[in-house]
């Protein structure tokens, strides 16, 4: 469990979602904005979840007699990140989301800066939820617990945390504004500015120690 809730981590620095935070809170309404981007993203994103558990809990991949698939699991995942970490490492420009190239990506990222910076709150709910498409570590977090075989109630205990750890840039700027407004768009913003400064060192650092930790436990698991 310890290695879904590392991938939880990882995925949760994401800029994107601090970059909505910071148009949100320049909204009118901001809480309820917050709110509702949120509602949408952890909804659908608990919705993938459990579908995916529920998919693999039923594979035949998963009900295998070979107690390694964890263990492989567990290695391709860590694979994964270290390569993340190399390329950024070795000078490739780090993207926090896949993005198209070219003019559809800008039209692309035209259309979430508007979205996010709309008045509507179901406008603010459609954003989270489009932005909760789920990525490569949720997946490969979502396959190590439907692995681990629990009850179904533990399963969606564990999304529900792993959802919570991983939209914690859209809650903790949400719980801070109830208690201190401008401090939380200030610091939100510096957040922001912070991460963008910083994003290489950011993903080859937690790229490399989560990718390294899963690699090591699964190539242990393995012998």
């Given at each position: 469990?310890?290695?879904?809730?590392?991938?939880?981590?990882?995925?949760?620095?994401?800029?994107?979602?601090?970059?909505?935070?910071?148009?949100?809170?320049?909204?009118?309404?901001?809480?309820?904005?917050?709110?509702?981007?949120?509602?949408?993203?952890?909804?659908?994103?608990?919705?993938?979840?459990?579908?995916?558990?529920?998919?693999?809990?039923?594979?035949?991949?998963?009900?295998?007699?070979?107690?390694?698939?964890?263990?492989?699991?567990?290695?391709?995942?860590?694979?994964?990140?270290?390569?993340?970490?190399?390329?950024?490492?070795?000078?490739?420009?780090?993207?926090?989301?896949?993005?198209?190239?070219?003019?559809?990506?800008?039209?692309?990222?035209?259309?979430?800066?508007?979205?996010?910076?709309?008045?509507?709150?179901?406008?603010?709910?459609?954003?989270?939820?489009?932005?909760?498409?789920?990525?490569?570590?949720?997946?490969?977090?979502?396959?190590?617990?439907?692995?681990?075989?629990?009850?179904?109630?533990?399963?969606?205990?564990?999304?529900?945390?792993?959802?919570?750890?991983?939209?914690?840039?859209?809650?903790?700027?949400?719980?801070?504004?109830?208690?201190?407004?401008?401090?939380?768009r200030s610091a939100t913003g510096r957040l922001n500015a912070w991460m963008t400064r910083h994003k290489r060192t950011l993903v080859?650092?937690?790229?490399?120690?989560?990718?390294?930790?899963?690699?090591?436990?699964?190539?242990?698991?393995?012998?």
């Amino acid at each position: 469990m310890t290695d879904v809730f590392l991938l939880a981590v990882v995925a949760s620095l994401d800029a994107g979602l601090v970059a909505a935070a910071v148009v949100l809170l320049g909204r009118p309404r901001p809480a309820r904005k917050l709110l509702a981007y949120l509602a949408g993203a952890m909804g659908c994103s608990f919705a993938f979840g459990l579908v995916i558990v529920l998919v693999l809990h039923g594979s035949t991949l998963l009900r295998g007699p070979s107690p390694s698939t964890t263990a492989l699991i567990e290695v391709v995942a860590g694979i994964l990140l270290l390569l993340v970490a190399v390329a950024v490492w070795w000078g490739r420009a780090p993207q926090w989301r896949p993005r198209r190239r070219g003019h559809e990506d800008s039209e692309r990222k035209g259309l979430s800066e508007r979205a996010v910076g709309h008045d509507s709150l179901w406008i603010a709910w459609a954003a989270g939820a489009l932005y909760s498409l789920p990525g490569v570590y949720y997946v490969a977090g979502m396959a190590l617990l439907a692995k681990l075989d629990r009850p179904v109630s533990t399963d969606v205990l564990a999304i529900a945390g792993f959802n919570v750890i991983m939209f914690a840039a859209i809650e903790l700027p949400l719980l801070g504004f109830l208690v201190a407004p401008e401090r939380t768009r200030s610091a939100t913003g510096r957040l922001n500015a912070w991460m963008t400064r910083h994003k290489r060192t950011l993903v080859v650092t937690v790229a490399g120690v989560g990718g390294a930790y899963l690699f090591v436990s699964g190539l242990i698991d393995l012998h």
